[in-house]
């Protein structure tokens, strides 16, 4: 490789000398110059290896002349042309950056190129050094891990900007101080201090790992937690130099790790143990109940038509509603039971030592009471009830699985008592929950096969004794079983959600009979349909009300929708929207089973309602229980004087009658008057009309309805 040599002098003997000595070695070509300007020119085009540089010419003198030769070409080697007159200058060149000097009276050495040759090397050298520290400092700054190095003595002597960032600790005022002031670490489980792991591998001459949950403490005080590992560094003789420390930041990643460790174990709406955690406890309950000779219970919990909150005002709402419960159902329960959500609306608690099923007991009707209470959510009062299944150890089940199996069954079994209620497991209750399953599967096919039927029970006017309308009420006649009970098939249709095409099939099915009548010459006369909670949170059942109506041809005041007090406190603005749709079209609205809900007057005069009807319960009563008598009273004189029609229901007896006829109750429906009929069947009773003296018929049947 040819080195290209630039001679600065005003000497032209010199300049001479210098070329003859460099010409005897083939790699060296040379350009000359007699001034500093002239020098300062040539560099600027580049391609220069080397600088032979006299301090005396003609247009600069003494170090000046290096001092601005230098600041334009500090990265090329420059010797000084000495004279035994200007030694002190060669010396201060020599202080500030030269690489060397020839003396002019050895130009002539072989020496010469040699010398030449090898500050070139060298300063090639230093520059290909500089490249790689260069290139490793940045890469060490931009690299997200901290590196602390330290000399044999554990002073640390460098910091990468990562380092800088987590100890707090800039490299300039680092460097000399020892390794444990500068990188303080605890111990992540006792919080006492740790030596430093450096001062190890300095004794041990080994690397290491750093211990799991070490901390650091930042030069504010500040704790993280750390990991990685520390190397020792030897010299080119293999011989220990000091050590590397290599670390990184892992509080984000230990925080993360141990909120996974938590969501794996806990419901992220409410927080509760979930499933995994809840079967985790019920297991060692059940071993330390082994030990002890002592019970436990589950109780199982689903909440009753939460489904319409979702429906009618949204998951957000709904959300905050189970948020809600399950801070109620944590006021239930001791210490050593657990709450949990495990999916959906559905709690499971577990009350340990349970004492014959006392404490079951106990704290179920304590969640009864308490879940009564209304619950205020984004300025809405809501309502919410549940149904509990119990199942207890040992008697009802030796592991998780099957405790809550069974205490699953009893909650279903508890909803078919009507809800709002707990009920115990029992044997034959498997007995059901398959029959259930059976059900539910026929009951997905009934009607694509037409299996459905609809009876109407007339309502009668207790003053002139003649049809003022019907109820309709839905039948399911099953190929094999016969006439399926609406209280054994309703609430099945009603969790799985297949009430809702079966509402809107009796919907448009009583409408198109009643129209029938109607063009068959029967005077107009009222139709009661009722309406469950998932039918009428349903965003489309105005909609699909407005339809039917307009498919069939049904004057809209001949259709009555009944709908339950619990369904339309479960949330009050909500039904009053639905309600005041429902009435801008024209139908009537009635609340069914008045009297076991809420029964307030300020929820009647917020909705647009037109008819109360009395529950069968009171009416039944009338003749037994004396108070049921003045709950009656109370409901007709309230219906009255509120100018809403009243009917009793399940009217039986001539008493009863008597009773409501004296109190001037409206309506009434029940077996004294009809049992419910067929459509043909009821197009006779409107021709002949309620026999004045009917023939009671024995209770064959439910009154259940859709």
Not at 5 to 12: E, H, K, M, S
Not at 179 to 192: A, P, R
Not at 429 to 444: C, F, G, S, T
Not at 578 to 593: F, T
Request: glycine residues 6%; negative net charge; hydrophobic residues 40%.
């Amino acid at each position: 490789m040819m080195n290209h040599v630039l001679i600065i002098t005003g000497d032209v003997s010199d300049t001479k000398n210098l070329v003859s000595a460099l010409a005897k070695d083939r790699t060296f070509s040379m350009e000359s110059v007699t001034n500093l300007t002239e020098g300062l020119k040539r560099l600027n085009k580049s391609g220069i290896d080397a600088i032979l540089l006299d301090l005396a010419l003609s247009d600069s003198q003494g170090i000046d002349t290096f001092d601005t030769l230098f600041a334009v070409a500090h990265h090329t080697p420059i010797m000084i042309l000495d004279t035994t007159d200007n030694e002190p200058l060669t010396s201060q060149a020599l202080q500030r950056g030269a690489q060397g000097y020839l003396s002019k009276n050895n130009f002539d050495s072989n020496l010469v190129p040699q010398t030449l040759r090898n500050i070139i090397q060298r300063k090639i050298v230093e520059e290909s050094f500089f490249i790689e520290k260069a290139r490793a400092e940045i890469t060490l700054n931009s690299i997200s891990d901290a590196v602390i190095a330290t000399d044999i003595s554990g002073r640390v002597h460098y910091l990468n900007l990562a380092a800088e960032h987590m100890t707090g600790w800039l490299r300039d005022e680092a460097q000399g101080h020892p390794i444990s002031e500068v990188m303080q670490i605890l111990n992540g489980t006792t919080g006492e201090p740790e030596p430093n792991p450096v001062e190890w591998v300095l004794k041990q001459n080994k690397p290491m790992a750093l211990a799991a949950g070490t901390m650091l403490i930042q030069r504010n005080g500040n704790e993280i937690a750390i990991e990685d590992s520390i190397a020792p560094i030897h010299n080119w003789d293999g011989k220990l130099a000091g050590a590397v420390i290599v670390f990184h930041d892992i509080t984000a990643a230990k925080a993360m790790a141990l909120k996974m460790a938590y969501l794996a174990h806990h419901d992220f709406l409410t927080n509760l143990p979930n499933r995994v955690l809840l079967n985790d406890r019920i297991n060692q309950s059940i071993s330390l109940a082994k030990r002890r000779g002592t019970d436990l219970a589950l109780l199982f919990l689903d909440l009753d038509n939460f489904k319409y909150v979702n429906d009618s005002l949204g998951h957000g709402i709904g959300d905050k509603l189970l948020q809600s419960v399950a801070l109620i159902l944590s006021s239930c329960v001791r210490n050593s039971d657990t709450v949990s959500r495990i999916g959906g609306d559905e709690f499971v608690i577990l009350v340990t030592q349970n004492q014959e099923s006392q404490n079951a007991t106990l704290t179920a009707n304590k969640i009864l009471k308490a879940l009564a209470a209304p619950h205020t959510i984004d300025e809405q009062e809501l309502h919410i009830s549940t149904s509990i299944g119990i199942s207890v150890y040992p008697s009802d089940g030796q592991d998780a699985e099957t405790l809550i199996k069974n205490a699953d069954t009893a909650m279903y079994h508890a909803k078919e008592k009507g809800r709002n209620n707990y009920q115990f497991f029992k044997n034959e209750m498997n007995v059901r929950a398959v029959e259930r399953q059976v059900i539910e599967a026929h009951l997905r096919l009934a009607l694509e096969r037409q299996e459905f039927v609809l009876h109407y029970q007339p309502k009668v006017n207790l003053v002139t004794g003649k049809i003022s309308g019907s109820e309709a009420l839905l039948r399911w006649i099953h190929p094999e079983w016969g006439e399926v009970l609406p209280d054994r098939f309703i609430p099945i249709a009603e969790d799985c959600g297949l009430i809702v095409p079966i509402g809107l099939w009796v919907l448009r099915e009583a409408c198109a009979q009643v129209k029938k009548w109607e063009d068959a010459g029967f005077n107009p006369l009222s139709v009661a349909v009722n309406i469950s909670s998932l039918e009428f949170t349903q965003k489309d059942f105005v909609n699909d009300v407005r339809t039917i109506l307009n498919e069939t041809g049904l004057t809209p005041s001949q259709l009555q929708l009944e709908i339950t007090e619990s369904v339309l406190m479960s949330n009050a603005e909500s039904s009053k929207s639905i309600l005041k749709q429902l009435k801008a079209i024209g139908v009537q609205l009635a609340v069914d089973d008045f009297g076991t809900g809420y029964s307030s007057l300020s929820y009647l005069s917020l909705f647009p309602i037109d008819i109360l009807k009395i529950d069968k319960s009171f009416v039944q009563d009338i003749s037994s229980i004396e108070e049921n008598g003045f709950i009656v009273s109370a409901v007709i004189a309230m219906g009255n004087s509120l100018k809403k029609r009243v009917v009793a229901e399940g009217v039986e007896q001539a008493n009863q009658l008597t009773f409501l006829k004296a109190r001037q109750c409206e309506e009434g429906q029940g077996y004294l008057f009809s049992r419910p009929l067929t459509a043909e069947n009821y197009a006779q009773l409107m021709s002949t009309g309620i026999r004045k003296n009917p023939i009671r018929i024995p209770h064959a049947e439910t009154g259940a309805l859709t």
